[in-house]
């Protein structure tokens, strides 16, 4: 493997400084809409021109593909980078934010990582290597029965036109199950999976930069990763992560 997890962690980090500098200032972030309901601000752009020029300088053999810039031309070995997951709870003081990097190489992921600032959580893995939060080694929970199981979730703000928006599953898992949680960072809840603080998540219509960090380090921690088809892999449109023992009841209310 061509990379330095140490370094890959510092640029982060220092990526991470940026944006709590914003965090600690919002009364001067500069807050824009893309689309309704669908906000962008400063500190996702500087996140995320920081995190290209760094990978760049260090990585010149690998694509770039971030939400805020599009993709580069080497899209076959790529950093898929969303700068902020969570801008909305970001740009109202909340605390689950965060900012996601995967190297994926021939469509496989290699690297993750999800770094939560203002929670000082800095979850990562390594292809094959195992899932680690600010160093120490995670794990899935040992739940086995849905009705006691935590669940995370999320409405995406465009998801809200489309005819096949979450609400009819959302009821579905609610009375299923013992509580729900929607935290606001997708990246953040996946990782949460993969440390046992929640037993599954699932959502809809995300796009591959919310999920590809979160999906190896939620697989390196021992979690199941499918669509609502029960499927293996990475599939932003119908994305299910679970502990693996309550994935077969989960799976049926998809
Ligand atoms: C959003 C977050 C949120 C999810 C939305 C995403 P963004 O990402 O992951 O939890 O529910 O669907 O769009 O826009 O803050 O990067
Ligand atoms: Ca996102
Ligand atoms: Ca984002």
Redesign the pocket.
Known sequence: MTISQPLLEKIIRDAGEIALKHFHDLKHLNVEKKQPRDFVTAA?VEVEQFLQTQLRENYPQFGFWG?ESGQSENQTNRWIV????G?HSFSRGQYYWSISVALEMDGEMVFGAVFAPALNDFYCAEKGKGAFRNGVKIGVSDLDELNDAMIGTGFACLRAYLENNNLARFCRVAQATASQRRLGSAAVDICLVADGQLDAFWEQELNL?DVAAGALIAKEAGATVTDFQGNDGIFPKQILVTNGKIYHQLLTLM
């Not at 969303?82 to 997951?85: E, G, Y």
């Open positions: 996702d939400e969303d700068p902020i997951d801008t930069y």
